[in-house]
C-alpha cells in the first residue's frame, strides 16, 4: 500500500543570521525564503538572529538555502537533521525544533 504522505523524508535546517536591523528585515527574509518551492516552512526570529526551516532534500540543500541569504544579510553555522514527515504531523513544527535542537 502506498504512503498517503506527500513527503517521506525533510530537512530540518537551523541557522544564524547576522544583519537583521528590524522586523521587517527578517519577515522579508522569511517570506524571500518561502518563495523556494522546496522550502516547506520556515521561520525567521529577529531577535534570536536565527533561522529554522524544513526543506524537502530531493528538491533542495543546505548549502543553496545558506547561498541564497543575500547580503548585507549573512548566514552561518547551519545545523541540520533528517526527520520524517509522519513525525512533523504527529508532533508539530515547532516542537520538532525543541526535540532535535
Known amino acids: 500500500m502506498k504512503s498517503a504522505l506527500p513527503f517521506r523524508k525533510l530537512i530540518r535546517l537551523e541557522f544564524s543570521v547576522s544583519g537583521l536591523k528590524s522586523s521587517e528585515d527578517a519577515a522579508a527574509l522569511q517570506y524571500g525564503l ?3 518551492d522546496a522550502i516547506i516552512r520556515c ?3 529577529f531577535s534570536g538572529g ?7 532534500p530531493s ?4 548549502r543553496k ?10 548566514a552561518k553555522a547551519p545545523d541540520e537533521a533528517e526527520i520524517n514527515y509522519a513525525e512533523i504531523v504527529k508532533s508539530g513544527f515547532h516542537s520538532q525544533g525543541a526535540k532535535n535542537g
Not at 528538491?59 to 543546505?62: I, L
Open 50 to 56: 536565527k533561522c529554522e526551516l524544513l526543506y524537502n
Open 34 to 36: 518561502l518563495l523556494n
Open 65 to 74: 538555502i545558506i547561498a541564497s541569504v543575500k547580503r548585507p544579510l549573512r
Open 43 to 45: 521561520h525567521v526570529d
Open 59 to 62: 528538491d533542495t540543500n543546505s
